[in-house]
């Protein structure tokens, strides 16, 4: 058995036939779920659905009754679990701080037992109590009792993160909040997220709340897993008549707020690129060929335009393709899909290119987002 965690960054996590039985009774059955590096992966169901059970088996508090828990292909039940779960942060709704302990000295008692010096973990829970919104100067000594519940839950984070690790599991850490203060956390949280570049496995009961933060989100019922995909996957394409309930989607405009451009984007392909150095007739040729509409134009590879076939088609052929382009709007993936509607209304514009680290990946075309919403 290794003393020595089996990872340094996370590329992938591998559930295999998982199952989890006591007696009769199965609180897991049968799971089958990969997770990918970087990404935020909510469970979300019922009480007794198997979500923290499954949460559990991750960081070994619970032994699965049969399957396989790999990290990076590593399985780990080879690992040694103190060890493992040091290198795992832990979030829960309860928090779990000692009472009897500063905030300073809650933050570091893990460094604290790996032997950090004074000076390091002083340094490293100020960091993270600045991280967190909590000045050091204000906060670090004070009691949990002296702190309010988002303030207790925002020392439960940075706990969590003291030991800087690569895979973070939070088990309803906004639960127990009230709607407004868990709303206002849940803003800061993405924010965090964004900061961390971390893989965050997050338990939560709540559709909006799984909406608002996750990337991919598995729904749960009766110790298995229904369906795993992007909130656009399950709005529109629900594999089991309990996920569309679960999502609601029947009623897909309620979730407008908690979708981001990309989930609603046409994937974009070469199909779609062209040169804005071209002719108005070649550019017909081209769409008409791979029967598309729009095109989206650059020149040395940088985005420079955006035309659509119908307006085109009322030019003359031997005309250059530039005098016709439009200047692109664009967002990024992850913007909200609202505000990039209305950014769109104001800007009287029908149509918007998406981008991805500065590189195009769709097109978001108002009416069609709007039509598929209804």
Request: charged residues 25%.
């Amino acid at each position: 058995m290794s003393s020595i965690a089996p990872f340094q960054k996370i590329d992938k996590i591998q559930l295999q036939n998982i199952s989890k039985k006591y007696k009769d009774q199965y609180a897991v059955k049968n799971l089958d779920l990969e997770i990918i590096g970087g990404e935020l992966l909510i469970l979300i169901g019922s009480s007794g659905s198997g979500k923290t059970t499954t949460l559990k088996m991750i960081n070994r508090l619970i032994e699965p009754t049969k399957g396989t828990i790999t990290i990076n292909g590593n399985d780990i039940s080879y690992f040694d679990k103190v060890s493992l779960r040091r290198h795992i942060g832990y979030v829960i709704q309860d928090i779990g701080l000692f009472p009897h302990y500063t905030v300073a000295e809650n933050i570091g008692i893990i460094p604290k037992i790996e032997g950090w010096s004074k000076e390091k973990r002083t340094q490293r829970t100020n960091s993270l109590l600045d991280f967190v919104d909590l000045p050091p100067d204000a906060f670090a000594k004070r009691y949990p009792a002296a702190l309010s519940g988002g303030q207790q839950q925002r020392v439960g984070l940075a706990r969590a993160l003291a030991m800087d690790p690569y895979l973070l599991l939070m088990d309803e850490p906004f639960g127990a909040l009230d709607p407004i203060l868990r709303k206002q956390l849940q803003q800061e949280f993405l924010k965090i997220k964004k900061e961390l570049h971390r893989t965050i496995v997050f338990v939560t009961h709540d559709i909006d709340e799984a909406f608002t933060l996750g990337d991919r989100i598995g729904i749960m019922q009766d110790a298995e897993l229904l369906q795993v995909g992007t909130p656009e996957d399950l709005l529109f394409h629900p594999t089991h008549p309990l996920v569309a309930e679960i999502v609601d989607a029947d009623s897909k405009f309620k979730h407008i707020n908690q979708l981001h451009a990309k989930d609603m984007m046409t994937k974009i392909s070469k199909n779609h690129l062209f040169s804005i150095d071209k002719t108005v007739g070649e550019a017909i040729e081209f769409m008409q060929e791979n029967d598309v509409e729009i095109l989206i134009l650059q020149q040395d590879q940088q985005l420079t335009g955006i035309v659509t076939q119908s307006t085109l088609l009322r030019k003359n052929n031997d005309e250059k393709l530039i005098d016709h382009s439009l200047e692109p709007l664009t967002f990024e993936a992850n913007d909200s899909l609202c505000s990039s509607i209305q950014t769109m209304k104001k800007k009287s514009t029908s149509i918007a290119v998406i981008t991805k680290k500065n590189s195009p990946v769709g097109l978001l075309q108002a009416n069609k987002v709007l039509f598929q919403l209804v």
